[in-house]
């Protein structure tokens, strides 16, 4: 068996970056590792906007939050706001964190639906994260003091080419190797292995192991190794997005908006320095000229850029890994960051190679666990997103695009998942899925759909306890908001 030590990253970027600066933190004294970019080629940019874990993974790099958000001009993310997505003027957030607090077995939401009958909106009264983020407020807070209650969960919004930056300082200093070039050839072994690749300057670099990093493109995994790709296209039917930044204006939202328009929707995105904009939309339904004006004609501040067009079919690798290749980031596949994913991915994906890490040469049970893992967070992803489309009631006065999400036919695991919460309210999260059960409440909720019946345990407390009990809750949540200070305070005392 052959030790694996000659690691080569192809791409750089968030992805190939985070990927470097990991391996080179943990496996420094076994692995050279060698990163190939091109500035020509320039990156995507797989998001400015993350879901809570980027934490433990900046931890483990031992990268401070302060210097973190100084460096990538980030601002702090509570949430998500969904606007129109159910009703033309509604709005509901998918806020991180708890909702209330779970009372032995039972899941607050439970006891809420009992005393809550048909009013969805009052659930987010027991939401610090949302509570603070429609307040723009905002500061670390492990637990709401004197209370058993959590206290606030939080993402960032960043800039991902000055983190991709940050990243490359880091892993250069602890002795990653960048080479600038473009890759011309792909050479292989008779069993099917990449021996190595030569840039067009000529040069050639070996490796025992090859990470693909290099975005839809996908050179080594695809172009390659031709693994294959399951298209999520008829069930996600956005295959388009133009981004831009503009200046800031107005409050500095603690929370990601996700506004729905005729065709898809359109992100916006707070940073320290701008705001990132983005339309995302199907082909089928608007044409690119009208996506491009919309997106321009809904601008809160001046653009600083002209839009960039982005074309994307949503599905994923068939293999993530094969042989000694493994995608990570757009290379791997594509979800649309409706639930700010991307990089949440690209993460993921870095952990769990690390875990099976090929030690002693490439073995077939790692390789095959880490698709199995890959493909199941995919799905579940994926039904997460697709539950905000097919819950949508706007298909009487949007038809096209809205009315035909309505109507599809759904994935056999979230036609479960609807059903059960529809008939007992009863939400399960499976071992290790990325999103909690209060996520999958919010969004049910907050797209329209109230459970028929709550759990039996719920009656365990009596009418006039529970009456309290939530008022003292709902109290509680008021009096740490008024505590805290505003979102661009917060931000201003980390300078």
Known sequence: MNQIKDIVIVGGGTSGWMTAAMLIRLFKQNLNITLIESEALGTIGVGEATIPPLQLFNNVLGIGEKDFVNATQATYKLGIQFEGWNQPNDAYMHAFGNVGKDIGFTQFHHYWLKSQPQDAAAFWDYSLNYQAAIHNKFQPLQQIPNSPMAGITHAYHFD?????????????????????????????????????????????????????????????????????????????????????????????????????????????????????????????????????????????????????????????????????????????????????????????????????????????????EFNRQSQLEFEQIRDFIILHYCLNQRSAEHNDLWQHCAEMDIPESLKQKIALFKATGTVFRHKDELFTEAAWVQVMLGQGLFPNDFNPLANGIDDAALTELLSNMRQIINNAVNQLPSHRQYLASLH
């Open 160 to 368: 991902a080419a000055l983190y991709a930056q940050m990243l490359r300082r880091y892993s250069e200093q602890a002795g990653v190797r960048r080479i600038e070039g473009k890759i011309e050839t792909v050479s292989t072994l008779d069993n099917g292995h990449i021996e190595s690749v030569t840039l067009t300057s000529g040069e050639t670099i070996k490796g025992d192991f090859f990470v693909d990093c290099s975005g839809f493109v996908a050179l080594l995994i695809e172009k390659t190794l031709k693994v294959g790709y399951e298209n999520y296209s008829h069930w996600l039917p956005c295959d388009s997005a133009y981004a831009v930044p503009c200046e800031n204006a107005g409050a500095l939202k603690p929370y990601t908006r996700a506004i729905v328009h005729k065709a898809g929707w359109q992100w916006r995105i707070p940073l320290q320095h701008r705001t990132g904009n983005g339309i995302v939309y199907s082909s089928r339904y608007m044409s690119d000229d009208e996506a491009k004006a919309t997106l321009l004609s809904t601008l809160e501040g001046k653009p600083l850029a002209e839009p960039r067009k982005i074309s994307f079919t949503p599905g994923r690798r068939l293999e993530q890994w094969r042989h000694n290749c493994v995608a990570i980031g757009l290379a791997s596949g594509f979800l649309e960051p409706l639930e700010s994913t991307s990089i949440h991915l690209v993460q993921a994906a870095i952990i769990r190679l690390t875990k099976l890490f090929p030690h002693q040469g490439i073995e077939q049970a790692n390789i095959d």
